[in-house]
């Protein structure tokens, strides 16, 4: 079956960084493009960042655009968020997602990231 786990979530000083990681099975990961999104107390859900399946191509929100970075390693089925100038605004659980047959959508169980002097 399908899963996702995201690790490398944690408390960060405002100006800090973090790298999180999402490892994944149960498909074939380099088929799949993979998606970064945020969830914080009382806000919506943000697509964060984006990547395709062979990650030449990657898209961010405008609010973590020049901050982080996302990548992947289709060798380790391993996608990961560089996140640098974090902000407390920053703070959220972090989820990586994958659509498959452009319908079936999958979830990690999320890591929490927390921006706070």
């Known amino acids: 079956q399908v899963q996702l786990v995201e690790s490398g979530g944690g408390l960060v000083q405002p100006g800090g960084s973090l790298r999180l990681s999402c490892a994944a099975s149960?498909?074939?990961?380099?088929?799949?493009?993979m998606r970064w999104y945020r969830q914080a107390p009382g806000k919506e859900r943000e697509l964060v960042a984006a990547?395709?399946?062979?990650?030449?191509?990657?898209s961010y929100a405008d609010s973590v655009k020049g901050r982080f970075t996302i990548s992947r390693d289709n060798a380790k089925n391993t996608v990961y968020l560089q996140m640098n100038s974090l902000k407390p605004e920053d703070t959220a659980v972090y989820f990586c997602?994958?659509?498959?047959?452009?319908?079936?959508?999958?979830w990690g169980q999320g890591t929490q990231v927390t921006v706070s002097s």
């Open positions: 997602t994958v659509t498959l047959a452009y319908r079936y959508d999958y």
């Open positions: 149960g498909f074939t990961f380099s088929s799949y493009a």
């Open positions: 990547i395709t399946s062979n990650g030449i191509s990657t």
